[in-house]
């Protein structure tokens, strides 16, 4: 007993001695320890900041859901949707919904202290326009669900508050069928309280990604997206104005000298708003294949011809991204999640960024970013929030796909730090 005793003791100082030995490494490159950030980081927002999608969606994370352990999969036998615990390839073959991995929210929706999920499933087999199947559960642990037919394949699913009446709404961003002809889908929300769902079908476009906030400080959230058009359609980006009392109309001359866009640059993954040079007015991202494009906000317009374009290695591809104040000097720092070589793994890269000029400050903060997988292998989103429940913030991989399906990626922080570890299922 004693002798295991001291080879668990021996096991543990080995174990911090390389972990010393590793955060020297990597202090070695900055030369001094950084501050460790608090979850009181996670506070420190401007008020225009907080009513984002981006910071109202991150701040309803505090852990990643595994709905395995709930409802994988639904198959439909006449009317009804009977749920499937295990992936069941032999009942594809007809009406059979899949749940798309990482297309869930969890969190306290209703106010009633208990959390509720919203998940979406994709039907198998895919035909174009095959409807989707949308599951809400107003308490995760009760048995009753509610499910809808619904968009075709939801890309992005965000919180907002389109009605100031501290309710939140899910904004449901959808591609429609991600096959030839690309026939493209609504945009929708599911309204929690009255638990149904309102489409905006003006203008039909595959959907990857979109982001709501206030625009025009007139008081209502806006929605921001990107349609990869349709085969009748360009690509183009899209604005819908909310007038307050749920009236919603495209406005799409928000966007100066902006029309369209063509190959190579027509390829939006990624939308996101944020005030990030703390100007009062919500910022807008777009994210793409070897580069980010920034545009002021200036008084609610946004204009192609002064975008800023954050520019990198183009086997990265922008799939999400996050804001926070990781060197602690006032200003946020963007944090970039990419696929790399066509969603043969993943990567990260942290931004020191102002309308002036911005710096690559990954290296300062993380050990190991770039991982490589097989086809299909790679993560949906990034969520920042305490994961080990030690005080301070980490950085938690969400989605993931292929060989790191059912396992784990998080950046556990250490004395200001981020330090990678991947479980493999
Ligand atoms: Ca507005
Ligand atoms: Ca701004
Ligand atoms: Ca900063
Ligand atoms: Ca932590």
Known sequence: ????????????????????????KVNGEEGTVAKSLSTSLLEDYSDINKSTSWYRTNSAFDEIFDIENLTRDFERVGDEFLPIDTFRGDRVVCCYY???????????????????????????????????????????NSETIQLDLGLTQVRKQVLSDFFNDGKPEIMLFSTGSDKEPFPGDSLAYFDVEKRSYRYFSNDIGGYHSGATGDIDRDGFEDIITYSSGTPDVENHPVHIKNYGNGKFEIDNSVFLNYDYDEPPNNIVVTVELFDIDEDGFLDLFFGKKGSLWIFKNENGFFNKESVI?????TSLDVMDLAFLDFNQDGDKE????????????????????????????????F????????????LKWIRIFDYDSDGDI?????????????????WKQYQGKFYREISLN
């Open 1 to 24: 007993m004693k002798s295991l005793l001291y080879t668990l003791l021996a096991m543990l100082a080995l174990v911090s001695c390389s972990k010393e030995e590793e955060i020297a």
């Open 98 to 140: 899949y749940y798309d991995e990482g297309q869930y929210l969890i969190t306290d929706l209703n106010g009633d202290g208990k959390k509720d999920l919203w998940a979406s499933y994709i039907k198998q087999p895919w035909g174009a326009n095959e409807k989707g199947l949308l599951l809400y559960k107003n308490d995760i």
């Open 309 to 313: 374009k954050v520019e990198f290695d």
């Open 334 to 365: 963007i944090l970039i999640l990419w696929n790399v070589n066509d969603y043969k793994g993943f990567d990260l890269g942290l931004y020191d960024f102002s309308f002036e000029n911005h710096k690559d400050l990954t290296n300062l903060y």
């Open 367 to 378: 050990d190991h970013t770039r991982w490589e997988g097989s086809d299909h292998s790679w």
């Open 394 to 410: 980490d950085i938690v991989g969400d989605g993931l796909w292929g060989d790191l399906h059912a396992g784990s990626v998080v």
